[in-house]
């Protein structure tokens, strides 16, 4: 019995063994295509609303002095708009100074060719900017309470953000408060915006607060204390908007006005604040070398 027991297990494991070798073969002559869950290597950050790349007709690493260099940018638009972007080329010496503004249709690629030449032998790589104007914004809903109340009022996360390129944020904002009791208003202080960047952000041009079903103040640089009911937008030159390793250096001040709440379930939930903002943004491209020689 013990002797049939030992050819059964051994039978059982060369057909186990003839099994796995069979799907190797099989895996290997590409009759199982298994999904791959790595991210391609992109050049440009994911979920912008453009890409770059730039290619060459001609091979760029034995050229001569005096001759005609062929560059193509390729841009990619992934938005439902037309998208104004500008194009300029760096990185080498005797490049012209020169941009182009570039207007790409939605869903669709664009490509620009560039001719240029150089007088005297160098090794250099070439590299395109790509900068175009986009608004990002973030909704953050406000639940209000009665001081009174001792139920459990419904709260919620942000509601909705734009997300990158730009992604907005207000720092320990609480989306639940309490209200004074009435007649007594009481203040809500947020400590800034904090705006972060996931590529360059080159300019901030202008950024606006407004405050659905509430009110609130926005305190300048020089300290005094302007009314946002419902809405105000700030440009540089009333607050510094500067940003730095892709982070807003002045965090923007500002105090919600938390009215009491008098109606009889004990809060509020219809009060909004949206903090939206305008920036140049521009991403690089890939890079190509470029060898001139002595003709």
Known sequence: ?????????????????????????????????????????????????????????????????????????????????????????????????????????????????????????TSCSITFLACFNAVSYTDYPITIESYQFTGNAPTSAIRSSSGLPISISLESFNGLMVAGPSPVNSTEYADGIALTSQGSTSKLNWLSISILNGEGYFTTSSGSAVSINPSINITPQEFPLTFQNGRLLSPIPFSLLVNPVSNSIGYTSNTEINVSAGYTYCINSNSISITLQSS
Not at 24 to 51: A, H, R
Request: charged share 5%.
């Open 1 to 121: 019995m013990i002797m049939k027991n030992k050819g059964q297990s051994g039978v059982m494991v060369a057909v186990i063994f003839i099994i796995v070798i069979g799907l190797f073969f099989m895996y290997y002559e590409g009759y199982f295509n298994f999904k791959s869950t790595s991210v391609p290597t992109q050049n440009s950050t994911p979920n912008l609303p453009i890409s770059l790349n730039i290619s060459s007709t001609n091979n760029l690493a034995h050229l001569y002095t005096n001759q005609n260099i062929n560059v193509i940018a390729a841009v990619r638009n992934y938005g439902n708009n037309y998208m104004d972007v500008v194009l300029s080329p760096y990185g080498c010496s005797f490049l012209p100074i020169q941009s182009k503004n570039v207007s790409i249709p939605p869903s669709s690629p664009s490509s620009v060719s560039w001719s240029f030449s150089g007088s005297s032998p």
